[in-house]
């Protein structure tokens, strides 16, 4: 108790949180976990938590993997940082960039590496930008995101992302970056069927083009599945109608897989997954299972030629851009993934069977739907399930909820009243029922408290 108060005391005085309310937290106390294991985490209080956010939804390969760090000190003693600037080049970026081509979609075949997802957006915005300007269509420069989208939090990132609350701190977006309809038919389908809603919202950025003309648009960027935004998975038209308008416009197309790839979905990348062609991927989180810092951006052979061959410099990049320590633990992730199968076994074994236990909630009186794809899912937490009706915001149901499930031991998040899962790939079904039993504890401690 001593250790954890002293702990508090000094987080409170000089630690200021990213996205946190210090002023909430300072009443609350923040929960400092000390070690990992496995899917499971323990505070300094010794508490034993289930994981099932894999962090912030990026230790697809679990805690404590003791090759990782073997990889990690072996670089470290070897070279532990040179630069890719002016020419040069180390073996773990080489090799690193080497592999990432070798599993993504077959039209890509070059890596930028970053630090994180937000250096990867901002370099999307560059290098489309520069694209155009390279082959003579220097208007292309508008960029078409989507309200309620999480892109990051650097500048760029938060205006490419459409969350109203970021960028209504530092007057966001910058120009250039305008915001359609997201595809969230559970919260504002109305009475569209799923497939008529997810048609009218793939058709707005149809609509977008033509009123900002497509000498204009440089590109379009979006998630496969909204993670931050509250796992929102488009219903089945949205993709091919997307793909539709792509194809009939000459714009670019950014895939922010910082959630889902290296094997979210039960694929190495959800381009595969939902049948897309990305022109750039965005990656970070999973490529490292956040053991280290990393991110990056894959390249199609179309967009690389004109980078690589006609840009002269590409006058962008980063210190830590392929940092050898970094490249180190991704390909050591990597290697994990591949050598357990992680992403066929999330395909055939765990995501069906976690997807299955977890639509057994659907019949609390709580829920009013569940849905999910591979190993990330989200429980909406409602009022009256037939009207789709929420509770008033000042209810706070989801933050009571997700306090619950930490009462009993479970990790989940919150979006408003959307209860997130994005657990570690190495979960097993015995660590499922786990998470299954303690969240059903928490809808019904959750259920009580707003019945009384
Ligand atoms: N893009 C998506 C889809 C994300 O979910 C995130 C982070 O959650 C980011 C970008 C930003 O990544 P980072 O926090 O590494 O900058």
Known sequence: QHKLERLQAADKQHFIHPFTDSKGLAVKGTRVIERAEGVYLWDVMGHKLLDGMAGLWCVNVGYGRQSIVDAVSKQMQKLPFYNSFFQCSHPPAIELAQKIASLAPAHMNNVFFTGSGSESNDTNLRMVR???????????????????????????????????????????????????????????????????????????????????????????????FQGAGGVIIPPSTYWPEIKRILAKYDILFILDEVISGFGRTGKWFAAEYFDLQPDLITIAKGMTSGYVPMGGVIVSDKVAEVIKQDCGEFTHGFTYSGHPVAAAAALENIRIIEQEKLVERVANDTSPYLQSRLQQLAEHPLVGEVRGVGLVAAIELVKDKSLRQRFDANVGVGTYCRDACITHGLVMRSVGDTMIISPPLTISHAEIDELVAKATQALNDTYQHVKN
């Not at 082959?135 to 995101?145: E, M, Q």
């Open 130 to 224: 520069r694209y155009w300007d390279l082959k003579g269509k220097p208007s292309k420069k508008t960029i078409i995101s989507r309200v309620n989208a999480y892109h990051g939090s650097t500048v760029a990132g938060a205006s490419l992302g459409g969350m109203s609350g970021m960028h209504e701190q530092g007057d966001l977006p910058i120009p250039g970056v305008v915001h359609i309809a997201q595809p969230y038919w559970y919260a504002e389908g109305k009475d569209l069927s799923p497939e008529e809603f997810g048609l009218k919202t793939a058709q707005a950025l149809e609509a977008k083009i033509i009123e900002l003309g497509e000498d204009n648009v440089a590109a379009f960027i979006a998630e496969p």
